[in-house]
């Protein structure tokens, strides 16, 4: 814990300045458009400390469109969207602060080609919240070391398996101390081998109290993980609950027909 | 030549490249070779008859300048009218030679490939060229012309405008043309500290004293009277002088060309029968007496 | 009757495999000698070969030369090495400002936009002229008059205008993810250009940059049109003073000491990216 970074906070509740108990990411009635198509059609959720969300459907239903946009990469038509209690998507607002309370990784890993693994993971720490270099690093080997991965500290990205640069990006997320962290499909372009070691990481972070939403296809990871399911269809939120009860029961005919494909398609 | 290439060919490439260094002794030799052949010409050709002479194109005199043609050596770029002094040189020489102004064509060669190796488009070429022993090397050169100094144009409002030595011209920024003997003699009688800088044309040599980016500019004497006259307003000569050596201008042919002693004769003709001096003074002195600088 | 076909052993095919390389080498060894000599043995039996040789290859006037040849390159190297910097910050400028779409810039835009136009579409050589004579003509106090400076000026605008281009390539060619990753951790839209965005737009048109900067090298010969006596304005005037052409050749060869050793590295560069192609795709969804 840094004392001179006023942008790092802990995970605690209570510390962050929002009441206990309430949620930590609120989305109100956000809408999102590409031109005439309408992306998002009025999202409403809500996530508490220490909660994991998976977001299922099928591809196009809206999924990395809301994680970019709770990340700021996007601006929304129109809702809101609250971070510990504060609006984040007030117009004309710098995003910036905002964003280094949030960590995103990405499908396609989107690690920095041209620097070593170590300073990938440092950089957000040193250059967002101003760390020093050397504690960043120390930081930053000791969260790889964790991970398993600080013997490829020093070697480029493009040398390291895809689950390797998947827990790289994790980690890189991971030292700016979100207060959320956003996962979009970050398994979904790995071969099956290595799918295995990331969920692994993912279920482990979870396990220590990270609060998270995952979008995610990999069904039985998301029962076993997740607090809360949500599945999304054409933009909206259409069924959300418990994942015994989405997964195994679900009450929308919509739900039951997105299952049911992936069952014919052994992905349950 | 059958056998030639076979012997070639057995010996590779980086053998060639040896023969090519070691041009040097070899290319002097094959050098003389070409002058002695061309002295063997001159003394078989004793006769200049008209009817006699090599030409190029039979029956016509082919001479060459380059364009544009400036005065005072040329008038309104179009050498066949006769009026300049080189123009009229030119023709008094062809008269000489047998050559009426009608039997006189006149073609343009730059300057840069009027002494290249090679066939020659013309006879003799008349453009203010100094003759030069290193020159003489690769092309012919006729008995001199005229004897050629050289001049310092500056503005009239400047210091150096009543300069009395030329020592006066060091520290001055000095423009010439690429191609002329001005350079040297810059370089060898002023001796200026800062470079002179260097123009293709003289009409860029003249912008660049328009524009101030040259204090003063050197030319041949004689386009010097034209320029402060007719071109550069409120300009003036600040004074005359020689390169060391002299500079003489000469007609230039192709190397051990065999109308060399016979331009020779005429030019000794019209120096003995003052034609020459005449159209010197003609075209090529000035009503004012320009100060000569030491 | 079974008629036994004897099988091909290893040695068999390394024996096959050691013939066809040594018959590949004798092929290729004697074509060489044949063409080349053959072509050598033209040239040097040509009539007008000594002729050549003394007015083209004389070790006399490249002696001569030479050392003011040397004294007008050392001015080219400074010039293109200075303006090649200059060339180098001012096309980044411009590319940057050209790619990224932010209002208040939106004026810089318009006359980036037309700067790279004009810029492009004058030939070097007139854009010289303009400037070795135009602006010493408006006499404004504070521009400067010294040939060298208005020459190089006027070579770095130019330049900066077709690198620009090039530059624009380069970020256009960096991945948005890359962009949106640096977001993603809180780097201002500058930290992420300066720090994500720029080092790897720079590094995918290293080609053709150097490729520019070869341009340049030789370019600069240009700036002698207004005065100062580089490299092949020397070579020229003792060609004109002499009547031999050797001095251009000297001033050739130094030319070529720079920008063969450049272009060799270009090649290399280029054939390495294309042969990673595979791998640096695979940073990525493999």
């Not at chain 2, 003063?216 to 004074?239: F, H, M």
């Not at chain 2, 004769?265 to 030491?294: D, E, H, I």
Request: charged fraction near 20%.
């Amino acid at each position: 814990m840094s004392g001179s970074a006023p942008d790092r906070m802990t995970g605690h509740p209570g510390a962050t300045g929002a009441p206990a108990g309430a949620p930590v990411l609120e989305v109100r009635g956000v809408t999102k458009s590409y031109g005439d198509t309408v992306v998002l059609k009025g999202i409403d959720l809500a996530l508490g400390e220490h909660e994991a969300i998976a977001l299922i459907g099928a591809s196009g239903s809206g999924k990395s469109t809301l994680l970019r946009c709770i990340d700021l990469l996007e601006g929304i038509d129109d809702g809101d969207i609250f971070l510990d209690g504060e609006p984040i998507t007030v117009p004309g607002a710098n995003p910036v602060p905002f964003r280094r309370r949030l960590g995103l990784v990405f499908q396609s890993f989107n690690l920095f080609p041209h620097m070593r693994v170590i300073d990938n993971v440092t950089l957000g720490a040193i250059k967002a919240q101003k760390v020093g270099r050397a504690e960043a690093r120390e930081e930053g080997l000791a969260l790889l070391a964790r991970f398993g991965l600080e013997s490829r500290a020093r070697e480029f990205p493009d040398r390291l398996s895809g689950g390797q640069q998947q827990r790289v990006a994790i980690a890189r997320a991971m030292l700016t101390r979100p207060r959320v962290l956003l996962l979009d499909e970050v398994t979904s372009a790995l071969d099956p081998e290595l799918v295995g070691e990331v969920l692994d990481l993912i279920r482990e972070l979870k396990d220590q109290g990270m609060t998270m939403i995952l979008a995610t296809h990999e069904m039985s990871f998301a029962r076993d993980v997740a607090d809360r399911v949500c599945f999304l269809e054409d933009g909206r939120i259409v069924e959300q609950g418990h994942p015994d009860q989405v997964l195994s029961a679900p009450r929308e005919a919509a739900t039951q027909r997105f299952l049911a494909r992936l069952l014919h398609a052994n992905r349950l | 030549m059958s056998k030639k290439p076979i012997l070639a060919m057995a010996a590779p490439a980086l053998a060639a490249l040896v023969a090519l260094a070691a041009g040097g002794p070899a290319a002097a030799n094959a050098a003389s070779a070409a002058s002695a052949a061309g002295k063997a010409a001159t003394t078989a050709s004793a006769s200049c008859a008209t009817s006699k002479l090599a030409l190029h194109t039979a029956g016509v005199l082919t001479v060459a300048t380059d364009t544009p043609a400036y005065p005072p050596y040329f008038e309104n770029n179009k050498p066949a009218n006769g009026k300049g002094f080189e123009s009229a040189v030119a023709y008094a020489v062809a008269k000489q030679l047998g050559f009426g102004p009608s039997k006189v064509k006149w073609v343009v060669e730059p300057f840069d490939s009027s002494y290249a190796p090679g066939p020659k488009s013309f006879d003799f070429d008349i453009n203010e060229i100094s003759i030069t022993p290193a020159r003489a090397k690769a092309v012919s050169f006729s008995t001199p012309y005229y004897t050629n100094p050289q001049a310092i144009i500056v503005y009239r409002s400047s210091p150096l405008a009543h300069a009395k030595s030329l020592a006066a011209f060091k520290k001055a920024k000095i423009g010439v043309q690429v191609g002329t003997t001005s350079l040297s003699a810059v370089n060898q009688r002023i001796k200026p500290s800062a470079q002179p800088s260097v123009y293709n044309t003289s009409s860029d040599v003249v912008e660049a004293l328009k524009v101030h980016q040259v204090d003063a500019i050197v030319v041949d004497y004689a386009t010097a009277l034209y320029l402060t006259s007719a071109e550069i307003k409120k300009s003036t000569i600040a004074g005359q002088f020689t390169a060391p050596g002299g500079d003489n201008w000469g007609l230039l042919l192709k190397k051990g060309s065999a109308l060399t002693p016979c331009v020779d004769k005429a030019m000794a003709k019209l120096k003995a029968n003052g034609t020459l001096a005449r159209l010197t003074r003609q075209w090529m002195s000035s009503k004012v007496a320009v100060p000569v600088l030491k | 009757m079974s008629t036994q076909y004897p099988l091909t052993t290893r040695e068999d095919r390394a024996r096959a495999r050691r013939r066809r390389s040594r018959r590949h080498m004798a092929i290729s060894g004697v074509s060489a000698v044949v063409v080349l000599g053959g072509l050598v043995a033209r040239i040097v039996t040509a009539s007008g070969w000594p002729a050549f040789r003394q007015t083209f290859l004389s070790a006399h006037w490249f002696g001569v030369s030479f050392g003011s040849i040397l004294s007008g390159f050392w001015l080219d190297i400074r010039m293109f090495l200075i303006i090649e910097v200059c060339v180098l910050a001012l096309a980044l400028l411009i590319a940057l400002i050209r790619t990224f779409d932010t209002p208040v810039l939106f004026p810089l835009k318009l006359i980036c936009i037309v700067f790279v136009d004009v810029m492009r579409g004058i030939p070097t050589i007139l854009l010289i002229y303009l400037f070795g004579f135009g602006i010493p003509t408006l006499n404004l106090k504070g521009l400067p008059t010294d040939q060298v400076v208005l020459g190089g000026a006027a070579l770095a605008l130019n330049y900066s205008a077709y690198v620009s281009e090039v530059f624009r390539a380069g970020l256009m060619s960096v991945h948005p993810g890359q962009g949106a990753a640096a977001l993603s951790l809180g780097l201002t839209p500058a930290q992420a250009l300066r720090t994500v965005i720029v080092p790897q737009a720079v590094r995918n048109v290293v080609p053709p940059l150097l490729n520019d900067f070869i341009a340049l090298t030789k370019d600069v010969a240009l700036v002698s049109i207004i005065g100062p006596q580089e490299a092949a304005r020397v070579a020229q005037i003792f060609q004109d003073q002499d009547f031999n052409f050797t001095p251009l050749l000297a001033a050739a060869a130094l030319y070529l000491c720079v920008t063969i050793p450049l272009i060799r590295i270009v090649d290399h560069l280029q054939w390495r990216r294309i042969r990673e192609q595979g791998s640096a795709l695979a940073l990525g969804p493999r």
